[in-house]
Structures are given as structure tokens and as C-alpha cells.
């Protein structure tokens, strides 16, 4: 491969273990995460990532670029250019024989091979691979580039070795729910194609939450690209050469919340809701008060409640105290609420520990939720309504259910959310049913975005949806649940779920976000690269990778649909302060 | 002490003091150091045009901003000397300077610097004519010394270190023995420069569009061909010829040696240039050099900026060639040119990085870094004895 550029060591920037710097042409194009082979001794090679790249000149002081023009004369031009070189530091990721004194001033510096690069970034003997995007090198460096698929140790990202993936941008530039999908499109053609004894012992289900417009409401449809048939060729030889199928998402199950003619809870239009209904993949989920009365404090996930006395209130309805072990609806429950509030029924009254205020504003929050609200309901099983317990009861290996939230607002969304992951959770701890050719998955992978929203460092301490998301990222790993989140700042989440992640996918952000001291870790120059991150670009952080890695990935080869919202809508919601 | 002067000691017959050795270049710096420093008679006028006043070539240097320079090479020679121990020979005390010498050329293409021809790099001991008693002139003994020298010497790195040279210098006690052997390494550096010149020459490299600045004076000393055979004396017209397309061009000079005809100097007139002026040219005999060469002054910098009021005045010598540029002067609009082409050269500045950055021209600057470059430490030149 090409010689580059000769290592630098001086007194005052020596080579050393961990990095190194040396010179190139000020015309060789480099970009950081570029990988670089040097000759070191004993015949060894050591490979290195360019973290930062820079220009000098021997001008001493900006003072002597300023006299260099007559003293502040913009006109003015040199006949001899100042001397000036680049120069780059670069970190040292390996040596083929594991020889890792510095390098040496003067040695030679290279352009990476296909091969030096995957073994120079650990890439070449992973096991379980997974792919998980694509990197480019030396794109600017004419016949040298290299493109490369990055797979991950699928162990180390859901389970069992590392588990959970967070992906963190903004909205839009970074494309996270778009890398999501191509995540769990590659685990789901991975499994696919698994052998059947394989299978036997481990197998996948996904549980995907829609929480904007219709997103993933036709993710088992094959994506039309608008016609642009070189645009579809391009992408689906990006899939092929990754190693997956262009084919969209497969077992596919979507989930909607109930909605009447006069109140519409979702997004999806009618006939798509109708055409999936046909094909008996489109459900109506609802929520009924004798068996879903017990995941009631999740509509209280963002209130405050430091004298538990809305605790207290959940446990008497859950444990049919004070007369609500015989109500069995939605109406008699607010109907016995209001009688709770009614005057008189006072915290002066021995038998009640509870005052009516306290009474009062737990109805006034129960009733923001559920009064007149479709949704909790009975069921008509013949009409195709459900509840998502029941069918989380059922889900098999590879199935996909698209649970559609986008057009609750943020507490119903909190507690759907929290349902679907607190029965995800039980069912995951219970024994599981092989009779009659079932195969319920060993692991279940839920995504979610907005993550901010139901696990944020400002959510109550005794939030129970917090709780439950806490529980699922210290232990899922073990149980066989695991999370894949995303949202747009990550400095944002509460530390223990991020913490936990075993993989960080970071896409375009912006410098306030860098500036907090969750990315003191990450080197500046690759903060600034967040900055500066296309649409597909992400920065991917796994323990299996020697460094952070600067991936791509594919367009969806499902079709990504607008959000269905009308601009007020959309308004309305960005309104909405994000807990 | 290390292996040479062991060497030395045993094949002269002589003994060391084994004394303080340091390198003159950063230990000697007491006084100005000009660049040039004789006297100088303003006599006749160097130039075809009697100029009597100081000529501004602002607009001249402007109009060529557009046009490749004239000037693609750039010659600077340096030495760095040491003295590196005393030794008595024949009972009197005598010391020993060794010297390294470095001699390179760079040239502009596509407006950057880049090597030209080979560099010269020479290690030089300089020892007392009484160290080879037994020899008429000492050169019979002087070889087979060099030679157990490098047959000694070797540095534990990639290449092994050879001394180049044995120099002698007389014991005469006309002038301090130290400056007897360094004036023996300059002359030496001289040689190597004028080689250098020569070489140019030669490859074809210099023409009308292709001009070569060399820093300094031209005046060099003249070498008797007795003594040196191949010595390239100005004063013989073949050698000359070689210096057709070049100027020397010293950053420093004595202001108080610019003596008018007739006494008095002319000093007054350079501290008055304004920028961009130069001085009428004047012919300049050397009997140093036993040649003619035509100088003139130019200010590059403004003097408000500089701290003296000769910091940012060039002192620039061509050397007469022909007889009728003997007779009648160098054409003036040649000077011109050449000139012009000169103030070109101001940007970019060496500000902060060199003190003289007023006088300094970028690419000899660069050129001086070049040689400098391929020094050895010294430290570890001086360990080597």
C-alpha cells in the first residue's frame, strides 16, 4: 500500500504506547478514523486510527503572518510559499506481534490494505458477527479506497456477553429510528437464516414502538425508493454486499390503539389499517379494568409523589380494598373515584388514611387518561381487538410487533410503553409454553424512541416506569430482554440505563450536547466530527471494537413513510416539554 | 576523552590537556558579527546610469509581481567550529578545532523549496602545522591520520561518522591559533560554496530567467594555486563566468566601511533610503578577492518597524564579469531588474523565529534551516572526541 508520511518523535511530543504522530503531504487527503500501518521493529506492523489531523508552518506567531503581508496588506503575495506540513496523531490500535514499545522516529508510515484494516480494528475474527454498518477509507485517496462491512459480536450486543444499544442525535440528521430498523433488520435476517439446532437454544423477537407519524407502521412493505430504480439498485447492492437480504421486515404484527369514527388514536390511514387487518396482521389493542387495573401506577410515571399517598391510593385499587374489589369497568371505577371525592370523605375520618384531596388529584390524573377514552375498554375479540398481554403471551421467534403510540400523548405513551415492557419483563420470567409447535423467543428485543421521555435523569426517583426500565437494563441482559433506545440527547437518560448499554451508536449531534461530561471520554476531534455527521454516518462504540469506528449504513429498505401529522399537530408536539 | 583525540595523541606524538571543549558558535558571541566586514570605497559607479540619488522601485517590484521571479536557487553555507581540546606538540601548547561544514542549495519550482543538487556535508579537524613535524608541509602524514580516524570512529546509529578532512594551519604568531584554524574551516566552507556555484553552472541550471542568490558576500579570499590546485579564484575568468546569474546579497554589513572616495563614509546615504530605494551601484575593487564587483544597498523594511535604522537594508553584490561592464558599469535597468525582483522577496518574514527576520529573505532563510537541519547535535559531534 502506499508510503504515507515517517513518524515523528521529538522531546516534546514523544511516540508512546497508546499514539504516535507523523508527517504526510499536505495534498494527501486523510480523514480522522482512517486506519494506518507502520513498520516497527522485529518486522512487526502497528496499526493506528488517525485521530487528529494538522497543519503547521514555520511562521512563529500569527504577528508574523500579519508582517509577512506588509503589515496588513491583503493584496499582497509571496513568490515562496512558507514551509508548512501536515501532520497527524494517530492511536495505536495494534501490532501483528503484539509488540507494543512506541514506534520509532523515521519509520515508515502506510495506507492500510482491506485486510490490515479489518485486522487493525478487530474486525477480522469476530465471532457471532453481526453486521451492523459499512466504513469507507481513504475516500479522498484515489484507488486506495477501501470499503469495508463492520460486523459486531451479536453476543456483545444483545446478549448474553453485553447487552442494550443506545443511539443518541437529533431529530431528523441523525437518522437514528432509520440505523434502529437496519440494526434489527440484520438481527432478524441473521436469525432467519439460522440453522434450526441453532435456533433451538437461541431465538429473537422484536417488540418496536412507532412513537412519530406512521414510521414503522409498513415495515414488512418493500421500500419503492419513488421510482428511482438506480437509487434501488444502489441500496439493495449495499444490502447484498453487507450480507443481508433486500427484503423488508418479515412477521410482521402491528398494533393499534383502539380508536372510534369520532376519536382516532393513530396515524395509519384507514385503508392501510384495513389491508393489514386483511391479512390478519393488524390488531386494536385496548386496555380493560379487571386485567390491566394492576399497571395503573404507570399513568403516574412523571407525577411526583413524595408522601406515597398516590402509591397508597394504586395499592387499595390493586388489592380491592375500600369496595373497589368489586367493580369490573372502566366507569364504575371513575364512578367510584368521584365518589372518593366527594365533601366529607375527609382524612380526619379514622378508617380513612387517605385525604380527599389526595383522592381528588388522582382522579383528576385517572380521568385525564381514561375518561371517554376508547382505549379502556372492554374487549370484542371478533372485531379484532386485543390486549397486548395476551398476544406478548404469543409472540413467536422472529415476529415483529409494531406497537403504534404516536398519537397518545406523552403520559398515555408512558403507559403503554410501560405495559408492553412490564409484560415483556413477566413473560420473559415465566415459564414459556413449546406445546403445539410454539417457539417463543429466548430473547426479545424492544426499541423505543424518545427514550427521554420515560427514562430521563429528571424522572421522579419512585417513577415506575423508570423503575421497570431500570430493571430491564441491569438484568434484561440475563433475562433475554433487551433495549435498544434512542433519543436526542444522551446526556439526557438517567445514568444507570446508559450505563448499562453495551453499545453506543452516536449520530449527528450538536456542541451543547458535547459539551456535557458524558463525552469528556470521546476525543475532541471526533466530538467535532458529531458535529459535522451526515445523515447515515454514526460513530459506533462497542467493546468488541478496538476504537470507536465511524460507520455508514444503508437506506431503509423498508419504505420510510411521512409522520401523517398536520403541521399544527407537529407544532403542538414540539411544544411538549420532554421529560 | 574519545576515540580521535586517543588517535591523534598516538600518531602525532602529542599530548592532551583534555580541556573544556565547546563550540564557538554559541559560546563566542561577543560583538556584532557582520556578514561583511572590510572597508569598502565608494569609487566609481558600478552601473551605466550616474544615478545621484537613491532610486525607489516600489512600482517596478509590482509590476513583476505577476511574473515567475527571476531568482530559482538559493545558496547558503555554514560551518559550525569547536574547539575540542589543547595539545602540546614540541612543547608548546596548540589547539585542536574541529569544524562541521554544511553547504546546500535549494530550488523554487511551483513557488516551493526544494533540494537542489547533493548536500555537502564535511566533518574537519584543524591541527597545528607542528603536529607533522616530521613532513614538509604535513599533507603525507595528514592522510593516513584521517584514516586511522574513521577507521576508529563510528557512531552507534545507522550510518557510520567519517571525518572528510585533516586541515593544517601555520604557527606563525601573526594572529591567535584559534582563529588560524577556524579561518582554516571557513576557508574550507568558501571552497565548497564556490564548488557548489561551479556545479550549477556546469548541470546547466543557471540562465537570464534562472538567477542564483547567495547568502553573503562573494568577496571571497583568494587561494594560492600553490597551495591549492583546485582552488576557484575570482579573479580567473573561467570562474567568473560561472557567477554571470549571481548575487550575493549580506544581511549585515559595517555601516561605518562604506568609505567615500576621498574619506568619510557613506553610511548617512544607506540610513536614509526609504523603503524599497535603492542606493546608485558602485564598483567595488576587493584585492581580497583580487576581483571587481559592483554593490549597491536596498531597503526592504520600513525603519519604523525595524531597530536600527540599517536593519532592513540589503547589501547586494554582483561580481563585474566583462571588461566592458568593468569600463562602463553594470547596465542599470539589469539592476533594476534585479533589483525589483529583490523586493519581491520580502514576504514571507522569519519574524519570531530569526532576529534578523528585517534582512532576512525567506528562502535563504529556509535554505540556512536546510543546512542547519543536517547538522549533527552538538553534543554529539563534540562526544566523538
Known sequence: MSLIGRVIATEKVPTTIDSFCFWTNINLILNPFDVVKVEHINGSKTFAVIEEISHITDSASFLSNFISNDFGDVNTDAPTLRIGMNYAKANVVGNDKNIFIPVQSGQRVYLASRDEVSEALGLADIKNPLVCGYLEMYESSGNDKITLPVNVDSKFLIGPEGAHLNISGISGLAAKTSYAMFLLKAIQDKYLNMEEEDAENDSVAFVVFNVKGRDLLAIDEPNDFEGKTEKAEEVKAKYKMLGLSTKPFSQVKYFYPYSTKTKSNSYAPKELFDKQKQQKKAFQYKFTYEKDKDTIDLMFSNVEDSTQTMAGIINQIVDGQNGFDVISTWPNFIKKLEEQCEAGNTASSKTKEIGVLSWRKFTRHIKKSVYHNPLFNDIDENNGEVRIADKISDIQKNDVYVVDIAKLDSDMQAYVFGNVIRELYNFQLEEKDYSNGKCPPSKIIVFIDELNKFASKDSPKDSPILRQILDIAERGRSLGVVLFAAEQFKSAIHNRVSGNCSTFAYGRTNAIELSNSEYKYIPSVYKNMMTRLKQGEYIVQNPIFRSLLNIRFPEPIQPKRDTGEKPEQQTKRRREPER | ?385
Open chain 2, 1 to 385: 576523552m574519545g576515540t580521535v583525540l586517543k588517535v591523534i595523541e598516538k600518531e602525532t606524538s602529542g599530548v592532551s590537556f583534555n580541556s573544556h571543549k565547546y563550540c564557538h558558535d554559541t559560546t563566542d558571541r561577543s560583538g556584532i558579527d557582520y556578514d561583511d566586514n572590510k572597508d569598502i570605497v565608494w569609487k566609481e559607479y558600478g552601473e551605466t546610469e550616474k544615478l545621484t540619488k537613491p532610486v525607489n522601485l516600489k512600482a517596478a517590484a509590482d509590476a513583476r509581481r505577476c511574473y515567475p521571479s527571476i531568482f530559482s536557487f538559493f545558496l547558503d553555507g555554514s560551518r559550525h567550529t569547536y574547539k575540542v581540546d589543547d595539545m602540546s606538540f614540541q612543547k608548546n601548547v596548540y589547539p585542536i578545532i574541529a569544524g562541521q561544514i554544511g553547504v546546500g542549495c535549494c530550488e523554487r519550482c511551483n513557488l516551493t523549496l526544494q533540494p537542489a543538487l547533493l548536500f555537502e556535508r564535511k566533518l574537519v579537524i584543524a591541527l597545528p602545522d607542528r603536529a607533522f613535524s616530521t613532513d614538509w608541509d604535513g599533507q603525507d602524514q595528514a592522510r593516513p591520520l584521517l584514516e586511522k580516524i574513521n577507521n576508529n570512529v563510528h557512531l552507534r546509529s545507522y550510518q557510520p561518522i567519517r571525518f572528510n578532512d585533516l586541515l593544517i594551519y601555520d604557527t606563525n604568531k601573526d594572529d591567535k591559533f584559534e582563529k588560524k584554524g577556524i579561518a582554516k574551516i571557513q576557508d574550507y566552507m568558501v571552497e565548497l560554496e564556490k564548488q557548489l556555484v561551479a556545479d550549477l553552472v556546469a548541470a546547466g541550471k543557471l540562465n537570464e530567467s534562472n538567477y542564483l542568490i547567495k547568502d553573503g558576500s562573494l568577496d571571497y579570499q583568494k587561494v594560492s594555486t600553490k597551495k591549492n590546485k583546485n582552488a576557484l579564484n575570482l579573479s580567473s575568468e573561467h570562474i567568473r563566468n560561472n557567477y554571470r546569474r549571481v548575487i550575493g546579497v549580506s544581511k549585515s554589513f559595517d555601516p561605518t566601511k562604506c568609505l567615500v572616495h576621498g574619506g568619510g563614509t557613506n553610511s548617512n546615504i544607506i540610513a536614509n533610503l526609504k523603503l524599497y530605494e535603492r542606493t546608485p551601484a558602485f564598483r567595488y575593487t576587493s584585492s581580497r578577492a583580487d576581483a571587481d564587483f559592483c554593490i549597491w544597498y536596498l531597503r526592504i523594511r520600513d525603519a519604523r518597524y525595524t531597530h536600527s535604522i540599517f536593519d532592513g537594508v540589503l547589501k547586494i553584490e554582483k561580481l563585474i564579469v566583462t571588461e566592458k561592464e568593468r569600463v562602463h558599469g553594470i547596465e542599470t535597468d539589469d539592476i533594476n531588474n534585479i533589483t525589483a525582483y529583490l523586493i519581491n522577496e520580502r514576504n514571507p518574514v522569519c519574524y519570531g523565529a530569526d532576529g534578523r527576520w528585517a534582512n532576512h529573505l525567506y528562502p535563504i532563510y529556509l535554505t540556512e534551516q536546510y543546512v542547519k537541519s543536517k547538522y549533527l547535535s552538538n553534543d554529539l559531534f563534540i562526544q566523538l572526541f
